[in-house]
């Protein structure tokens, strides 16, 4: 089944405790992304990738990394959590980034909680 | 003014009503539109494409107005499992030849018995 992978769905953690949440897609798609969703602020885009060892910043890329080793992983790293990481977070892919009529593919969500 | 904009709603109807959702988008050169439909905080799901003549699918009509630079979506004899929210997502075109997905904030529907 084609699908993309984010583990884990909910995690509570403490501040200052770094944390990643993987990401994997088996459909061979070039773009990865990860976005942060908050209330009335929609999706917002965090980091990018084009394709391996290819990424780039979103819109609110402070306070993550991110590295594109291999086609199917797109990992999302958090060296020192802050509350105002707190949030629902996507990571997707498409076959292409960079060209038009390319819907996105989203996986499950990662519920993260910065206390 | 924000590159994609929606009605955040919510919209109550009730079951069998037609209701319709408008998004408007800043960038002229805009490519490709999509519609996606998000349930309580789960993932958004693709629920269609919009292209340049309009589409249907099913009970689910997109129509895109380049003029005006907004799309719609309407849904006819609504459901109570249409209840969700929608997301409008807009390809901006940036110089150089890069395309950006860029997603509104979403309409939240509501179809009561």
């Known amino acids: 089944e084609a699908q993309v992978t984010q583990n884990p769905r909910y995690l509570i953690t403490v501040t200052g405790k770094k944390l990643t949440v993987t990401c994997s897609q088996n459909?061979?798609?070039?773009?990865m992304s990860w976005y942060r969703q908050d209330p009335g602020l929609g999706l917002r885009q965090i980091y990018y990738?084009?394709?391996?060892?290819?990424?780039d910043k979103g819109d609110v890329p402070e306070g993550y990394k991110v590295s594109r080793k291999e086609k199917r992983n797109f990992p999302l790293i958090l060296e020192s959590p802050s509350p105002n990481q707190t949030s629902l977070y996507f990571c997707?892919?498409?076959?292409?980034?960079?060209?038009?009529?390319?819907?996105?593919?989203f996986g499950d969500g990662t519920r993260l909680s910065i206390l | 003014r924000k590159e994609v904009e929606q009605d955040p709603g919510p919209f109550n109807v009730p079951e069998g009503a037609t209701v319709a959702f408008n998004c408007t988008y800043s960038?002229?050169?805009?490519?490709?539109f999509f519609w996606y439909r998000q349930d309580c905080r789960k993932e958004p799901k693709l629920l269609m494409s919009?292209?340049?003549s309009g589409n249907e699918d099913g009970r689910f009509t997109a129509q895109l107005n380049r003029a005006s630079q907004y799309i719609s979506l309407l849904i006819r004899d609504s459901k109570l499992s249409d209840s969700a929210t929608y997301l409008c997502?807009?390809?901006?075109?940036?110089?150089?030849?890069?395309?950006?997905?860029?997603f509104g904030a979403g309409t939240r529907l509501a179809v009561h018995p």
């Open positions: 997707a892919s498409s076959l292409f980034g960079g060209r038009p009529n390319q819907p996105q593919h």
């Open positions: 459909m061979n798609h070039e773009y």
């Open positions: 990738s084009m394709n391996v060892e290819v990424t």
């Open positions: 960038n002229s050169a805009s490519q490709s």
């Open positions: 919009v292209y340049s």
């Open positions: 997502a807009v390809n901006y075109y940036f110089s150089g030849g890069y395309n950006k997905l860029i």
